[in-house]
């Protein structure tokens, strides 16, 4: 899919945006190194663990759920509470002292965040005998928005869709704000959906006041102010990825794309993103307004809030009818 979310690569060094082709960064003249992208998943990576493998002598584990560069998701068994579990953990790569850290931080902020669109955190856990530790997060599966949007069902009447993602998800973005939580890496990947398509926002946990060392983010999400500072943080930049995951939902496609990552860094500095209008001309009037303004260029231009974000949508949304 040609809107396929594809992972950012940034200088280790002054944390600029680097070109796939390239082996300098284009900023620093530093060497950069670029992993070639991963193989398809056809058997466990030696890093993961195999089924039946008991978990802090309390999670026996049931097979992997969901993997990515830096984390594994297992769907496990909690023996205590007789209940299925997921446990995410970091990959081995990334077993360090402030990764495992950042881990336990992410775990005691989002288990504070109550909010029926938020996945609930029940838990952290270590295992001595593994030298690993886990997120123990509600059992939701490995169905996300976006494995949805190349479902065909995403051309479903787009008053439902909106209803039915828009609100959610924006709603769950304003309610970790007001706590002073960012999610700094949204996109559908990380909207988790449950038996009956309601999203769950996943792996929230980075406090507006805590430094981070890490650039988070994939290029085609991040805001035009992050692409030269990928390491910033703020509500406008989750208030932008916002932006580009509704833009993606209602329209289809992705605001802004490149034929390299130079191209598409480019593109979100300078173009305009063509109008969902003419994309989605049967989309709530109003609503294109609303997205666009998420993908002002200015941070000062775009809503100063999710809350005030959130108000704008109902008020587009109240009038629409389910088909």
């Known amino acids: 899919m040609s809107q396929a979310s594809r992972p ?5 060094h002054c944390g600029a945006g680097v070109v796939q082709s390239t082996r300098l960064c284009l900023r620093c003249n530093a060497p950069v190194h ?6 398809p998943l056809t058997s466990p990576p030696i890093d993961t663990f195999l089924p039946g493998v008991r978990f802090a002598e309390r999670f026996e ?16 068994r909690d023996h205590v509470l007789e209940r299925t579990v997921c446990l995410r953990m970091l990959r081995e790569q990334d077993q360090d002292r402030s990764r495992r850290a950042a881990l336990r931080r992410q775990a005691r902020v989002q288990s504070a965040l109550r909010h029926p669109n938020i996945v609930t955190v029940f838990d952290y856990a270590e295992d001595n005998k593994f ?14 928005l976006e494995t949805w949007l190349i479902d065909s069902r995403t051309r479903q009447h787009l008053s439902l869709v909106c209803r039915h993602f828009l609100l959610p998800i924006c709603s769950a973005i304003a309610f970790a704000h007001r706590f002073g939580v960012l999610h700094r ?11 009956y398509d309601d999203p769950k926002v996943a792996e929230f946990g980075l406090l ?17 102010e992050q ?25 289809g496609e992705l605001p802004f794309t490149g034929r390299n990552d130079l191209e598409l860094a480019s593109n979100i500095l300078n173009l305009n993103p063509r109008p969902l209008v003419e994309l989605a001309p049967d989309a709530p009037a109003g609503l294109d307004a609303i997205v666009l303004r998420c993908l002002e260029k200015q941070p000062q231009h775009r809503f100063p809030s999710a809350d005030a974000l959130l108000l704008a949508l109902r008020e587009v949304l109240s009038g629409t009818r389910a088909p």
């Open 208 to 224: 507006n006041s805590a430094p981070s060392s890490h650039v988070l983010g994939t290029l085609e999400y991040l805001a035009p």
């Open 227 to 251: 692409i030269d500072n990928p390491r910033l943080a703020d509500v406008a930049g989750d208030i932008y990825a916002l932006g580009v995951m509704f833009y993606e939902l209602i329209g």
């Open 131 to 144: 030298n690993a530790c886990a997120i123990v997060e509600e059992y939701i599966g490995s169905n996300t």
């Open 185 to 195: 890496n949204l996109k559908p990947s990380k909207i988790l959906l449950d038996c």
């Open 61 to 76: 584990l049931e097979g992997i759920d969901t993997l990515s560069r830096t984390h594994v998701s297992y769907r496990a």
């Open 8 to 12: 950012s690569r940034f200088c280790p």
């Open 34 to 39: 670029i992993e070639a992208p991963p193989r």
